[in-house]
């Protein structure tokens, strides 16, 4: 089971980006989906859990869903900030073993 | 506050061990199961281990199986990873990790430490 993410994305500050994470096989609503950011010389936070749910302290500026028919979560970003540039990575599970995708990095500029 | 803390990484020749440590602070650590996630620089996030928050049962990724262990003392709030038999390609960034879940593994990460580097050469 693999979970696919888009290289990079790039958007303005103050518009809206969307981030794909899409599994490769079964159902990706099978497993709850996670999404971590990492801004460059950090280590990574968690910015969504359970599929759609934020941690205190995130912005509601981030929200995640997902979509069985293309089999695919999604991570959005509303009124980007130059400090959301950083990379993504969706995460997942199977098998007992942790997936997580190759990572999307945002540029906001 | 919550924090985890990694220690223990520095150069390391092939074939060679090493041990690392998260010590833990902020939080019930005997609730939580713990993981360690790599990093090598300016790669992606790869997932090494988990351990339950009692001990009793613990994964590994295929790459790191039967090489490293990991194991945890919860009177000492301390997670542990046991690296033998090291390759050039355990050169990475770890980090540890607490489980999402409460008393079970829920197979996330809610909170991370800082990390502790890894260089395996000769």
């Known amino acids: 089971f693999m979970l696919t993410q888009p290289h990079s994305v790039s958007e303005s500050p103050g518009k809206t980006v969307t981030i794909s994470c899409t599994g490769s096989s079964g159902s990706i609503a099978s497993n709850y989906v996670q999404w971590y950011q990492q801004r460059p010389g950090s280590a990574p936070t968690t910015v969504i859990y359970?599929?759609?749910?934020?941690p205190s302290g995130v912005p509601d500026r981030f929200s995640g869903s997902i979509d069985s028919s293309s089999n695919s979560a999604s991570l959005t970003i509303s009124g980007l900030k130059t400090e959301d540039e950083a990379d993504y990575y969706c995460?997942?599970?199977?098998?007992?073993?942790?997936?997580f995708g190759g990572g999307t990095k945002l540029t906001v500029l | 506050q919550v924090q985890l803390v990694e220690s223990g990484g520095g150069v390391v020749q092939p074939g060679r061990s090493l041990r690392l440590s998260c010590a833990a602070s902020g939080f019930s650590f005997s609730s939580h199961g713990l993981h360690w996630v790599r990093q090598t620089p300016g790669k992606g996030l790869e997932w090494v281990a988990v351990i339950s928050y009692d001990g009793s049962n613990t994964y590994y990724a295929d790459s790191v199986k039967g090489r490293f262990t990991i194991s945890r003392d919860n009177f000492k709030n301390t997670l542990y990873l046991q690296m033998n038999s090291l390759r050039a390609e355990d050169t990475a960034v770890y980090y540890c990790a607490r489980e999402g879940g409460w008393l079970q593994i829920v197979w996330s990460f809610d909170i991370w430490g800082q990390g502790t580097m890894v260089t395996v050469s000769s």
């Open positions: 995460q997942s599970y199977d098998n007992f073993h942790v997936i």
């Open positions: 359970e599929d759609n749910q934020r």
